[in-house]
T-cell receptor
Framework: DTGVSQNPRHKITKRGQNVTFRCDPISEHNRLYWYRQTLGQGPEFLTYFQNEAQLEKSRLLSDRFSAERPKGSFSTLEIQRTEQGDSAMYLC????????????FGPGTRLLVL | KQEVTQIPAALSVPEGENLVLNCSFTDSAIYNLQWFRQDPGKGLTSLLLIQSSQREQTSGRLNASLDKSSGRSTLYIAASQPGDSATYLCGLPQDFGNEKLTFGTGTRLTIIP
């Protein structure tokens, strides 16, 4: 399977703990995106990379959030000092660049902060 | 700022019927639009990508149309099946070269056997 993969699929943590999620994009895709989705809403953009460069961060991405994409391959999203409001589905997507290709999404990581 | 609306929020139809899902957007200067389906607790599955230069795009029983001037796209599903039950989302990129997607809240479709 050459689709986008995400790990873990589910994460339950206590408030105040740090969590890290991983995304492996489709191998030839050099753009990688992170989105967050809460119940009943569409995904909201968090950040995106072209190769290893982080090109944009949403205002939703507070100082507690950090994302990396070392060597332009997989990406990690870390949330420090988690809060209950961080509970959501975190989705990763990848696409070819530049221009007009589709974005392909992974299965998501569902985070529950107790 | 692009705003995307999907109405209705939920739709139930008997199996076998044809149906249309709607996606409206405020900024007509788009360069493509993507339709997705999402099953409960799962990620998004890309269904169709329609470029701004196209008026229609077809894949199997699905047909997406795009009318930029009126700020609308529709997803037509022919001969609906229970397996089509899911939430359908449309997503539009910010602009060329900045492809973060703005999504609607989706239409939750239920096909009644």
């Amino acid at each position: 399977d050459t689709g986008v993969s995400q790990n873990p699929r589910h994460k339950i943590t206590k408030r105040g703990q740090n969590v890290t999620f991983r995304c492996d994009p489709i191998s030839e895709h050099n753009r990688l995106y992170w989105y967050r989705q809460t119940l009943g809403q569409g995904p909201e953009f968090l950040t995106y990379f072209q190769n290893e460069a982080q090109l944009e961060k949403s205002r939703l991405l507070s100082d507690r959030f950090s994302a990396e994409r070392p060597k332009g391959s997989f990406s990690t999203l870390e949330i420090q000092r988690t809060e209950q409001g961080d509970s959501a589905m975190y989705l990763c997507a990848s696409s070819l660049a530049p221009g007009r290709g589709a974005q392909y999404f992974g299965p998501g990581t569902r985070l529950l902060v107790l | 700022k692009q705003e995307v609306t999907q109405i209705p929020a939920a739709l139930s139809v008997p199996e076998g019927e044809n149906l249309v899902l709607n996606c409206s957007f405020t900024d007509s200067a788009i360069y493509n639009l993507q339709w997705f389906r999402q099953d409960p607790g799962k990620g998004l599955t890309s269904l169709l990508l329609i470029q701004s230069s196209q008026r229609e795009q077809t894949s199997g029983r699905l047909n997406a149309s795009l009318d930029k001037s009126s700020g609308r796209s529709t997803l037509y599903i022919a001969a609906s099946q229970p397996g089509d039950s899911a939430t359908y989302l449309c997503g539009l990129p910010q602009d060329f070269g900045n492809e973060k997607l703005t999504f609607g809240t989706g239409t939750r479709l239920t096909i009644i056997p």
